[in-house]
């Protein structure tokens, strides 16, 4: 039997348990509760609201590094004791809290090209199935003519232009399928750049087996 | 002001209103206030094979209003041992949350995925390091003990306000 999930065309839920893994590839043995001791920037609890809390609950970049440097300094007195595996933790746990602050501030993949989100197709109103609707909206494309239109990503999923382009601007892949769309971010070409080379090194890799075995 | 988000959540509140039957897990979710759509609380289900049975969790739920752009912000508000929650804050460890989330989520999947997340542990990105540790040291009398402890502690009280 077809799911809810599947009927909408979205991600189980039950598949997709996978939490954060900001930290999952940094091989590190140390791997510290940094919350129990994280300095706060506001320390005043009573001002918060509810809606705040979330917010202030989580440590922003500052922290780790603020964090990192305190660590800096142990181990600058450490060096002078020559405690060496405890230079190493203070070391690991340093490399550690600034892997953090750098990745504290991203969230997802990055923005869509601009040139991506110029060209985006107008879609006729006559393309789309009767029952179809936007996943951000949820609303039925027929339904809801009054906005700028509708549009199509590379990977055939339909959204009106006015829900799709918010989330363009802020991510690179298709909400949802997560099929992506170039991006003008340095960071993201060059890793793309460097899986084709990866790849086409690979493959020049199986060419050469072939032509001496 | 009926903004897009109002809109969407409106659309939200009435399908979890129908599937409410289908959802063993969740005893609750639903707006604190009837009319503010962007504050919600639900309330998970130990389920019976774990650590967790009958336990109640209480979650906070909040609205940005740029959802569904922007993922919702939860956290347990009842007390609870997992090695990805924070034990004092209730802050959720999990992808879908932050850098995975997608517009294609609802708060009713979101709620089913971290329902998942407490009999499925992730111990390799930690907000609890000691359920984590017995964790990956594979100690599960350990863990499910302490599991057990807290649950009995802090999420079976008649009245959890
Ligand atoms: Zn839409
Ligand atoms: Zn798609």
Same mark, same amino acid.
């Given at each position: 039997m077809a799911s809810y999930f599947d009927d909408h065309s979205l991600e189980d839920p039950y598949k997709a348990r996978r939490p954060n893994n900001n930290n999952a590839n940094s091989n590190s043995r140390f791997n510290p509760d940094l919350s129990h001791f994280m300095p706060r920037e506001d320390t005043d609890e009573t001002a918060q609201t509810p809606y705040q809390m979330g917010a202030t609950s989580m440590p922003g970049e500052g922290d780790f590094r603020r964090l990192a440097q305190l660590f800096g300094t142990f181990r600058q007195r450490e060096e002078a004791l020559g405690d060496e595996e405890h230079q190493e933790f203070l070391d690991n746990l340093i490399t550690q809290l600034m892997d953090e602050a750098g990745a504290s501030g991203k969230h997802g993949p990055p923005p869509a090209s601009k040139s991506f989100i110029r060209d985006l197709p107008f879609v006729p109103l006559k393309e789309v199935k009767r029952d179809d609707a936007c996943i951000i909206c949820n609303e039925n494309f027929q339904e809801n003519e009054s906005k700028a239109g509708i549009t199509k990503l590379p990977c055939k999923h339909f959204f009106d232009r006015d829900c799709i382009v918010p989330w363009l601007e802020l991510h690179n892949n298709c909400p949802a399928c997560r099929a992506e769309v170039p991006s003008d971010d340095p960071v993201w070409i060059k890793k793309k750049r460097d899986a084709e080379l990866a790849k086409y090194a690979a493959e020049a890799e199986v060419d050469e087996d072939w032509m001496y075995s | 002001m009926s903004t897009a988000v109002h809109r969407r959540m409106l659309k939200e509140y009435l399908a979890i209103q129908k599937n409410s039957?289908?959802?063993?897990?969740?005893?609750l979710l639903e707006?604190?206030?009837? /009319? /503010?759509?962007l504050h919600w609380q639900a309330i998970l289900l130990g389920t019976a /094979?774990?650590?967790?049975?009958?336990g109640r969790f209480r979650l906070d739920i909040v609205i940005p209003t740029s959802y569904p752009i922007q993922p919702p912000t939860i956290r347990f508000l009842t007390t609870i041992c997992h090695p990805n929650v924070h034990f004092k804050t209730g802050e959720i460890c999990l992808d879908i949350l932050k850098?995975? #989330?997608?517009?294609? #989520?609802t708060l009713e999947s979101v709620c089913v995925a971290i329902s998942s997340l407490l009999t499925n542990p992730e111990p390799s990105s930690p907000l609890n390091c000691d359920a984590a540790n017995l964790l990956r040291c594979g100690d599960m009398a350990g863990y499910n003990s302490l599991v057990k402890m807290y649950t009995a502690l802090y999420a079976m009280d008649e009245d959890q306000e």
């Open positions: - | 039957a289908t959802r063993p897990h969740l005893e707006p604190i206030q009837e /009319d /503010d759509l /094979d774990s650590g967790y049975e009958g850098s995975e #989330w997608t517009p294609s #989520w």
